[in-house]
């Protein structure tokens, strides 16, 4: 089972303001902000559902490759409405909302990169 996992991003303004409005959309808020005397004066921001933090988002040298990472949604509407913030925040087209049949029947997804060029995804399996 996955505790937690994150990404680091070149531009923690431009990439907060993302994962604020598209996260938002699926329920997520930051939930911690590691203060900067323990990051080495980088910015470090925990996002979750309350009561935990389990994606991070940190500045530094973005991930090589990029990095993909699924957030769960409740259902297709939520997964149009984190589709609709994360461009609105500046994100990418990276595939519209829509079903994946070759993922499986039910499969609804939608794929946006981030700031950074992460592939950010929010999926619906119901």
């Known amino acids: 089972m996955i505790d937690h996992t994150g990404v680091l991003v070149s531009d923690p303004g ?21 203060p900067k005397e323990f ?19 940190a500045e530094g040298t973005p991930n090589q490759p990029r990095v993909h990472v ?7 509407a939520q997964v149009d409405e984190f589709y609709r913030a994360a461009l609105a925040a500046g994100g990418r087209d990276n595939g519209p909302p829509g079903p994946r049949p070759h993922y499986h029947e039910k499969y609804y997804g939608a ?9 950010i995804e929010a999926v619906c399996h119901g």
């Open 39 to 57: 990051t080495g004066g980088k910015v470090v921001l925990g996002y979750g559902v309350a009561p935990k933090a389990d994606f991070w988002m």
């Open 70 to 76: 699924a957030f769960r949604a409740d259902n297709p």
């Open 111 to 119: 794929f946006v990169l981030d700031p950074d060029g992460h592939n």
């Open 14 to 34: 431009k990439s907060r303001l993302f994962y604020e409005r598209a996260l938002g959309a699926l329920g997520y808020a930051i939930l911690m902000e590691i």
